[in-house]
């Protein structure tokens, strides 16, 4: 241990205090974003005040608040590997420590679990390790909540060759994020109470389309038609 410690630090002294992609990244935020939304981060400072909370995957290709165009303060998002909302009990971690608080202290308005295309986590579930691949512990540990998706999307496929059973899996991943937040027992009484709204989107990386979940119909439809 010692012996890390020792190599992350000679490593860090060598460094330039930011890589070029920060400083050029964070120079060109303080120039231009911050100077001209100065009110808004001032009011910032004091609290904050969103009315959506975003649960989505901790994917690199996903950016919710440049897909929503949304400023600082509009969401509150949770980002974890796969968009997953784990069941209600056994009560711990961190996504369900931040919905309970984004719910109960916040008192945001509506829950948006945003899913996407070629989703890693839910491929992943296919996936058969090859002899002498490292085991991914916590990995394997904490996709088995898309266990309920991967066998909804397997039966699906059974009774249809053509559906594509990656898409099929991200979009039920989806529908099970929904139905465990429904379990959350603060979450079942804003419903009862109307102050909160559930929304499932599945987004489409290649072409930026969303496909909206229909409780309804029980479907995806075009966010825009
Ligand atoms: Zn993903």
Redesign the pocket.
């Known amino acids: 241990m010692k012996h890390i410690t020792y190599k992350i630090l000679k490593k860090n002294t060598k460094r330039e205090k930011m890589d070029k992609l920060q400083k050029d990244g964070y120079s060109k935020f303080m120039k231009q974003y911050f100077i001209e939304n100065k009110e808004l981060f001032s009011n910032l400072s004091k609290s904050q005040k969103p009315e959506t909370m975003i649960i989505t995957?901790?994917?690199s290709r996903?950016d919710p608040a440049l897909l929503l165009d949304a400023h600082p303060g509009e969401l509150f998002i949770i980002r974890n590997?796969?968009?997953i909302v784990p069941p209600y009990f056994p009560a711990k971690g961190s996504t369900q420590a931040s919905i309970e608080y984004a719910v109960n202290v916040l008192h945001i308005k509506r829950i948006v679990i945003l899913?996407?295309s070629n989703?890693?986590?839910?491929a992943y579930m296919y996936h058969k390790a090859k002899e002498g691949e490292q085991k991914l512990n916590h990995v394997d540990q904490w996709l088995s909540h898309i266990t309920p998706a991967k066998s909804a999307s397997m039966l699906e496929v059974h009774a249809n060759k053509n559906k594509n059973i990656f898409e099929l899996t991200?979009k039920h991943n989806i529908i099970v994020s929904l139905q465990r937040l429904m379990e959350y027992p603060y979450i079942q009484d804003n419903l009862i109470h109307d102050k909160i709204e559930l929304e499932g989107w599945w987004y489409d990386i290649g072409s930026g389309a969303v496909e909206i979940y229909n409780f309804n119909t029980r479907h995806f439809d075009d966010a825009i038609e």
Do not use: P, Q, T, V
């Open positions: 995957c901790s994917d996903i590997i796969g968009n899913g996407h989703c890693g986590a839910c991200e």
